[in-house]
């Protein structure tokens, strides 16, 4: 029901700063939780962040809390990841998704839709 495209992501050094864009299409984002999720090499794909409907209320995982930061415009149709004092652990492909609901936020199958995800690179 609801398209997403990821963009922003890029090579970064250690310490510095990204923010991804996720725009969706369609006419009731509103109606839908918002997450990001990451998957480096080898790896299983992994929780970040998630907010919802309304933006109101935000969960992150403990591994990035305190350093990123999730937003949604809806009026833009549009959700953010803000990432700070980034490291190389945080390397990998990022992804957008949507689900409804406010439940087992780090469940991926419990989301519906996936963007296709932006590749971020952080270098030591």
């Known amino acids: 029901q609801v398209q997403l495209v990821e963009s922003g992501g890029g090579l970064v050094q250690a310490g510095g700063s990204l923010r991804l864009s996720c725009a969706a299409s369609?006419?009731?984002?509103?109606?839908?939780?918002m997450g990001w999720f990451r998957q480096a090499p080898g790896k299983e794909r992994e929780f970040v962040a998630a907010i919802s409907r309304g933006g109101s209320s935000e969960y992150y995982a403990d591994s990035v809390k305190g350093r990123f930061a999730i937003s949604r415009d809806n009026a833009r149709n549009m959700v953010y990841l803000q990432m700070n004092s980034l490291e190389p652990e945080d390397t990998a492909v990022y992804y957008c998704?949507?689900?409804?609901?406010?439940?087992?936020?780090?469940?991926?199958?419990?989301?519906?839709?996936w963007g296709r995800g932006t590749q971020v690179t952080v270098s030591s």
């Open positions: 998704a949507a689900r409804v609901g406010w439940i087992k936020l780090q469940v991926v199958y419990e989301y519906d839709s």
């Open positions: 369609g006419r009731t984002f509103n109606s839908y939780v």
